[in-house]
């Protein structure tokens, strides 16, 4: 019998302390859009955390490897613009929509397909691209917080040198201490309260299929399950990948009239799972997963008290943690990008294109980061 270990329990913490205070404002976003009272906005909550939670355990118990689901990100940021004026019903019907197109392509086997064309080396440099951001913020915030940031990476320096994979936990510590210390945290009642669902009839029509359903699939499929896939092979991990896509889009098929808008495999916060630091076992790494999936249920049942810890840590602490976390998949990502010169190219204009931030037609930078590095591969690859 496998047994939970304390660098599991902390990589699942951190995973969903990292998902969560990062982009949780936005699903807020999405929801207010779209008219959600803060009742509505709650049932989000607890159908994504619920959704998250259950397909990150489900998947990771049955094929022993960490795969983390999440919403998603650039999804809910399309639809904090996207469902203005748009009532309710409607969204949901978009929803559900945009969850048979996910579910249909895993089905199809298409995307498995289409993921296998890539090259290891160009995924690795689209994923450094996306992590890049994160890790800067260790330097940012040093400069705004530099008593708390510098004591952290002096943590990590530490726990990196003599207890590898307890390192980030002595960081989490290091930096919750201090913060309590320095009078950082901000001053806000909490109070401990389950949440409720709270269904919408959705309905349909072309208009929300066109401007909703449609860019909710293509932003969720490009911008979120392909780093994700890039996550899992630049780790060593390689699941069947139809069953698990098939498997987020029923998921958010079944949530969707609960506030489930899109499920898809997380990318930053699954490489924290993936980490040396989660496992020295690659075996049962996988548990480090299964234990983000029991945070994130906690955090749907009381996801209106989480979101208020969340609001009251500082940004400080919460953006360091991320990048010193991910520190050693951006190394691991950066040196197989760059190790064979035939990739080199496309890889080095990946990354920056990745990395850049760029948006355009609606969809972020990784996806036209590895657009960017299979052209350049293709041209340089020619034969004359």
């Not at 990589?11 to 859009?33: D, E, K, R, W």
């Not at 943590?155 to 201490?177: N, Q, W």
Request: proline letters at 4%.
């Amino acid at each position: 019998m496998k047994i939970l270990k304390l660098s599991h329990i902390s990589s699942g913490f951190i995973a969903v302390l990292i998902g969560y205070s990062s982009s949780v404002a936005i699903i807020f976003q999405a929801a207010t859009a779209a008219g959600a009272g803060q009742e509505v906005i709650n049932s989000w909550l607890l159908a994504l955390g619920l959704g998250m939670g259950l397909s990150s355990i489900g998947l990771s118990l049955y094929f022993k490897s960490p795969i983390l689901t999440a919403w998603s990100t650039p999804g809910a940021a399309m639809l904090a613009t996207a469902l203005v004026n748009v009532p309710m019903s409607e969204a949901v019907g978009a929803f559900l929509l945009s969850g048979l197109l996910i579910t249909l392509s895993g089905l199809s086997g298409s995307f498995e397909r289409l993921s296998k064309i890539i090259p290891p080396a160009i995924a690795a440099a689209m994923l450094a691209g996306v992590l890049l951001p994160f890790c800067l913020e260790i330097f940012t915030n040093l400069q705004q917080e530099f008593v708390l940031v510098a004591s952290m990476c002096v943590a990590y320096l530490i726990g990196k040198r003599y207890f590898s994979i307890y390192a980030i936990p002595l960081v989490l510590l290091v930096g919750v201490l201090l913060s309590w210390k320095l009078g950082l945290f901000e001053s806000e009642t909490i109070d401990l309260r389950l949440e409720n669902f709270v269904y919408t009839d959705p309905s349909f029509s072309i208009t929300s299929l066109i401007s909703i359903a449609i860019p909710l699939f293509i932003v969720t499929m490009t911008s979120q399950n392909m780093p994700g896939i890039a996550v899992m092979k630049t780790a060593g991990f390689k699941p069947p990948l139809s069953p698990i896509i098939t498997t987020t889009g029923i998921t958010t098929i079944l949530l969707a009239p609960f506030g489930g808008f899109a499920f898809n495999l997380a990318a930053i916060t699954a490489a924290i799972c993936m980490e040396e630091d989660a496992d020295k076992n690659r075996k049962t790494r996988y548990l480090a997963a299964v234990s983000a999936g029991i945070f994130y249920l906690l955090a749907a049942l009381f996801g209106a008290t989480i979101v208020a810890l969340f609001s009251i840590s500082p940004k400080a602490l919460v953006l360091s943690l991320a990048g010193l976390a991910l520190l050693g998949t951006l190394g691991n990502c950066l040196s197989q990008s760059l190790e064979k010169p035939q990739h080199r190219e496309a890889a080095l204009i990946t990354f920056l294109v990745a990395s850049s931030g760029v948006v355009f037609l609606g969809i972020g930078a990784a996806f036209w980061g590895l657009v960017s590095g299979l052209f350049v591969q293709l041209v340089m690859n020619r034969r004359c």
